[in-house]
C-alpha cells in the first residue's frame, strides 16, 4: 500500500520561499509519476506542478524535483504571492496499462500574508 506524507508548509511573507517534501512510502517509488496539487479556500483543487509541466500562475516560480534514493518528491516555491495560499497535496500515479492508481496525501498548508 502507498502512503503519502507531506510536510513543509507554514506561514510565509509575500516574497518568500517555502519547500515541501513528500515522502513516499511502499513498492517503486522510481514505477510513480509524481505530481503536486492545491485547493485553496473555496476553489477546486487545481494541478501546480508535474515532471513535465506547471500551471501558468506558477511557472518561473515553482520546480518540481525528485529523490529516487529518499522516496522524496520536493516543490520548490519561490517568489510566493497570497494567492498561493492553499493546501498542497502530493500526488502519486501508477499507470499499468489502461489501470491508473493514484494515491493521495493528507496535505500542508501554506499561507502567504504579512
Known amino acids: 500500500q502507498v502512503q503519502l506524507v507531506e510536510s513543509g ?3 510565509v511573507q509575500p516574497g518568500g520561499s ?3 517534501s513528500c515522502a513516499f512510502s511502499g513498492f ?3 514505477s510513480y509519476a509524481m505530481s503536486w ?3 485553496a479556500p473555496g476553489k ?3 494541478l501546480v506542478a508535474t515532471s513535465t509541466n506547471y500551471a501558468n500562475s506558477v ?3 515553482f520546480t ?3 529523490d529516487n534514493a529518499k522516496n522524496t518528491v520536493y516543490l520548490q516555491m519561490n517568489s510566493l504571492k497570497p494567492e498561493d495560499t492553499a493546501v498542497y497535496y502530493c500526488s502519486a ?3 499499468i496499462g489502461a489501470i491508473k492508481l493514484d494515491y493521495w496525501g493528507n496535505g500542508t498548508l501554506v499561507t502567504v500574508s504579512s
Open 59 to 61: 511557472k518561473g516560480r
Open 9 to 11: 508548509g507554514g506561514l
Open 28 to 30: 517503486r517509488f522510481s
Open 18 to 20: 517555502l519547500r515541501l
Open 44 to 46: 477546486e483543487r487545481e
Open 64 to 66: 518540481i524535483s525528485r
Open 93 to 95: 500515479r501508477r499507470t
Open 37 to 39: 496539487y492545491r485547493q
